[in-house]
């Protein structure tokens, strides 16, 4: 892979980072509780705390797609910590997944009545799916890769 190729994707996952913590700080201004609420209170609000309490998983996937396009330019793409790194990007979407679940079940259980959490349920849909594709992604070039890595290990080892 060209290096400009490589640094436009590390361009494009430090951008996907910027937007989302953008958004983590500017939407919890304009939800409807925040009407009624200070600055402090606002940040202070326990679902907005589980939000960004969970965010930190996708910052680290990012993170860690951000490091194994480090690996992919230094020619390092079969290497252990390239493995390593598709299986943290696969935990992450695995835990992503499920504090997603967790947080769409909490909705759905005790929301106000008077609300229709129809529209973040099928954001929290969505989001899972997602980020179930981004994991069985990361399985399936995780175990490619593993095997590549043991095919080259065995001819080296019969040469």
């Not at 907005?48 to 020619?75: C, D, E, P, T």
């Amino acid at each position: 892979m060209k290096r400009i190729s490589i640094v436009f994707l590390q361009a494009v996952i430090v951008l996907i980072g910027i937007v989302a913590l953008a958004m983590l700080i500017w939407f919890p201004l304009t939800e409807g509780r925040a009407t009624n609420l200070n600055l402090i209170n606002i940040y202070l609000d326990p679902f907005i705390l589980y939000g960004y309490a969970a965010s930190i998983a996708f910052f680290v996937a990012l993170y860690k797609a951000f490091k194994l396009l480090g690996y992919i330019g230094q020619n390092k793409v079969f290497s252990l910590s390239a493995v390593k790194t598709l299986q943290s990007i696969k935990y992450c979407a695995l835990i992503l997944s499920i504090l997603i679940l967790m947080a769409g079940l909490y909705i759905r259980v005790f929301h106000n009545k008077e609300d229709d959490p129809a529209g973040f349920l099928a954001i929290c849909i969505v989001t899972i799916f997602i980020a179930i594709v981004v994991a069985t992604a990361a399985a399936i070039f995780e175990k490619l890769l593993q095997n590549a890595i043991d095919m080259k290990s065995e001819n080296d080892l019969t040469i």
